[in-house]
């Protein structure tokens, strides 16, 4: 789509007054049919459906991107919505949905502009729909609101997947969906189910954990909490296989037998699905040779047949348009759009560029009989489902006037605290940790010590990151070490100059790591500290005073000569509000609970990395898994003991855990319950977490938690190496283990 700059640009505050909302939405007054609001919803769906024409049906399916309604071209600059652009989009084109991908904002960015734009989109639509159907609004709302100016940015997910609280994740999830829901859009892409596999990965820190139950269980309540008021979608993404690309470069070829895939990938994506997701996101790359877009195995015969879906299959970005230009399986879009539609994607997200052949591509298939009409009702009855679902035929709008009231700087103790559990102290020698708050001078350096573009991490205001010039408030660690130490703390930019003042300081606290990035530009083929990092933690070291180092980066680094750092606190990249919650931590505000969800490797290359590597014959250490923090690793500055543990059940197992606080602080203590099998037919990872909590404990306190697990999540593919079989549960003796204490249980 080239337009010229003829177009005329509609002013974003359309003034709408919320009492005439409701009836500009759905017409007049007949509230017959699909504009009853007391029918129920497949009666108006399926009333809906018979008065569409098939080029609305295909409108419906059809997801562009905001920018291709913004500028004077359309294309990419953003900037004030195109009337022009907007005609093209619903009227011509007859889109059913709108997304903003990363980055893309309305000319102010603040979360009033964001109604706005939403809310004129919304009326465009409506007013150009000859039924009047909404738009539902798409947008990745993956820590916090994160495109939007001024909102509160959560830690990324695998620091979520540090605090083993999937009450936390279930809260971010709400907050998540207020900020957003106010802003105007009504679908949030997130949650990500991919395992982490790879750190050479540019996404890994999207991802919550390498263990399927534990990322399974994180995604669920988060997207419980996404949804809880009934007016924003949750999308689990990026089904499957996306995490374990080729060499770790994203969007490459993965190769995934098809144990694996069962016992390992799909787990986690199920476990959302189970809690309710209305839609889901498809995996760009491709499995096994075949794009997932074009997988009706995936699609259809996993996700619709053996797992019940029902919700919204969403293509990811020109992933449709993909087959044909990058995987060749067509060559024509609208051959494209077949295999696509015909696998099981609903709806198309779409860049600019690549809508209108789509559209037509489609409809020619349809009349062609490449795509059958009773495909395309199916796919747009989700569709309309999903809206009547969100009330968006009701209430198609937002109060624009809340939205700053409500998404602006919202739920920041809640961030405080999930970037405080999520704190993963990995080594404390000598205890010099936790730092007393009446020290003199504490020397503050590294290069990740006052930059919120660096703890916030990518997808943040831009796709990339917080672009350079932009300014989004938060707390830089070196500003909440300030707030607890005042002026004691001296921010030391220049490494020299920070290894000189350190010999006169009490302290230094090097704070290294990363830069943000997002997808491809993200991969990092050694992923390890800068050798100028390492550099600066060993000269502060050489200084002989105690040296805190923090790691503020999306994956584990290989350190170095940094590992033999003293104190090593993982921070992740913990949002708008780390700098308080790692002061915190640091100074003995907060005892640290954050244990690994991740393993982390001694060096780069060595990769994939988790702890369900199966055993093999050469028992050498680099045939091992040995890594230099095991998953599950995470100190506190109290100590804990496991006293006793038992197992009993059928179909439910229940464990109960004895645990202690045997030190003198208070904290919160995480409890891992791993399952391992002595002996199995299929070989069994040495261990498989299946429950977990996360206990509060005052300092000398002991109690019992109970927890529970499902026998089926034992579960493996039985079978020989073509891991044709179905899973069941291999019966014999199982050992429950916590802590270094066991209980039998035997499966019969
Ligand atoms: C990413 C998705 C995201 C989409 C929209 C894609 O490039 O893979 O995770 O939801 O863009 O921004
Ligand atoms: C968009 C992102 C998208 C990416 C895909 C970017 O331009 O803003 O949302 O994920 O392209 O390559």
Not at 325 to 337: N, W
Not at 390 to 405: C, I, K, M, R, T
Request: with cysteine; hydrophobic share 40%.
């Amino acid at each position: 789509m080239r337009l010229r700059s003829r177009a005329t640009h509609i002013g974003l505050a359309v003034t709408l007054t919320l009492s005439g909302l409701a009836l500009s939405a759905t017409g007049a007054s007949a509230q017959s049919g699909y504009q009853d609001p007391h029918a129920s919803i497949p009666a108006r769906v399926s009333d809906l459906l018979k008065r569409m024409t098939l080029e609305e049906k295909v409108g419906q399916m059809t997801q562009p991107a905001v920018v291709t309604m913004q500028g004077d071209e359309c294309q990419w600059s953003g900037g004030a919505l195109n009337e022009t652009c907007l005609k093209h989009t619903f009227v011509d084109l007859k889109a059913g949905s709108v997304l903003s991908g990363g980055g893309e904002t309305p000319p102010q960015n603040t979360p009033k502009d964001w109604a706005d734009m939403v809310n004129a989109v919304q009326k465009y639509a409506l007013d150009h729909s000859r039924l009047h159907i909404p738009i539902v609004y798409g947008v990745d709302a993956v820590h916090g609101h994160n495109n939007v100016l001024g909102a509160t940015k959560f830690p990324h997910q695998v620091g979520i997947g540090a605090t083993w609280d999937s009450q936390l994740s279930e809260a971010m999830g709400e907050s998540t969906s207020r900020a957003v829901k106010a802003t105007g859009p009504q679908w949030d892409f997130a949650p990500v189910e991919d395992i982490s596999r790879d750190t050479r990965w540019g996404r890994y820190y999207e991802t919550y954990s390498e263990d399927p139950y534990l990322a399974g269980s994180l995604g669920a309540a988060n997207v419980q909490g996404l949804q809880k008021t009934g007016q924003v979608a949750a999308t689990v993404k990026h089904f499957i296989g996306y995490s374990a690309p080729f060499a770790g470069h994203d969007r490459t070829e993965s190769h995934l037998d098809p144990r694996y895939i069962q016992d390992t990938f799909l787990p986690s994506y199920k476990a959302a699905v189970d809690a309710g997701a209305l839609t889901l996101m498809a995996n760009s790359g491709s499995v096994n040779g075949i794009p997932a877009h074009a997988s009706h195995y995936l699609l259809t015969d996993v996700l619709r047949r053996q797992w019940g879906f029902k919700g919204v299959v969403v293509s990811d970005w020109n992933d449709v348009q993909s087959l044909q230009t990058a995987y060749h399986l067509s060559d024509t879009y609208a051959g494209a759009a077949a295999i696509a539609v015909n696998a099981g994607v609903d709806m198309a997200m779409l860049p600019p560029g690549s809508v209108d052949d789509y559209v037509s591509g489609l409809i020619a298939d349809v009349k062609s009989g490449k795509v059958s009409k009773s495909r395309i009702d199916e796919a747009v009855s989700r569709i309309l489902t999903l809206k009547f679902k969100l009330g968006l035929f009701e209430h198609p709008y937002v109060d624009a006037s809340q939205a700053n009231g409500i998404a602006l700087g919202a739920d920041k103790d809640l961030a405080v605290r999930a970037a405080t559990e999520s704190q993963t102290l990995l080594k404390n020698d000598g205890n010099a940790l936790p730092l007393s708050t009446g020290l003199g001078k504490v020397v503050v350096t590294g290069p990740n010590a006052d930059s919120i573009p660096n703890q916030d991490g990518g997808w943040t205001i831009g796709w990339q990151g917080i672009p350079d010039g932009v300014n989004d408030p938060g707390v830089t660690i070196y500003q909440g070490i300030k707030n607890l130490i005042g002026d004691h703390a001296k921010l030391v930019a220049d490494s020299g100059d920070a290894v000189g003042q350190t010999k006169s300081a009490d302290a230094a606290i090097v704070v290294v790591g990363e830069k943000p990035g997002a997808e491809g530009t993200s991969d990092n083929e050694t992923p390890e500290l800068a050798a100028d990092q390492q550099k600066l933690v060993d000269d502060l070291q050489a200084t002989g005073k105690p040296v805190i180092v923090v790691v503020v980066a999306g994956r584990p680094l290989a350190l170095g000569s940094a590992a033999d750092a003293k104190q090593l606190l993982m921070s992740w990249l913990p949002g708008s509000e780390g700098g308080t919650a790692v002061a915190n931590v640091l100074f003995g505000k907060a005892n640290p609970s954050g244990r690994l969800p991740v393993s982390w490797p001694k060096v780069a290359g060595d990769e994939p990395m988790f702890y369900q590597q199966l055993p093999g014959t050469n028992s050498g250490p680099s045939s091992s898994y040995d890594p230099l923090f095991a998953f599950g690793t995470g100190l506190s500055y109290t100590s804990y003991a496991v006293n006793g543990v038992t197992a009993s059940g059928g179909s439910t197992v229940k464990v109960s855990v004895k645990v202690a606080n045997t030190g003198s602080r208070d904290g919160d203590m995480v409890v891992p319950v791993f399952a391992q099998q002595p002996v199995s037919r299929i070989i069994a990872p040495p261990n498989r977490l299946v429950a977990y909590t996360r206990v509060s404990l005052r300092a000398g306190q002991s109690t019992t938690v109970s927890l529970s697990f499902p026998i089926s999540r034992l579960a493996v593919t039985q079978g020989d190496i073509n891991g044709s079989s179905t899973r069941s549960v291999i019966p014999g003796l199982y050992k429950i283990v916590a802590g270094d204490k066991s209980a039998d249980l035997t499966v019969h």
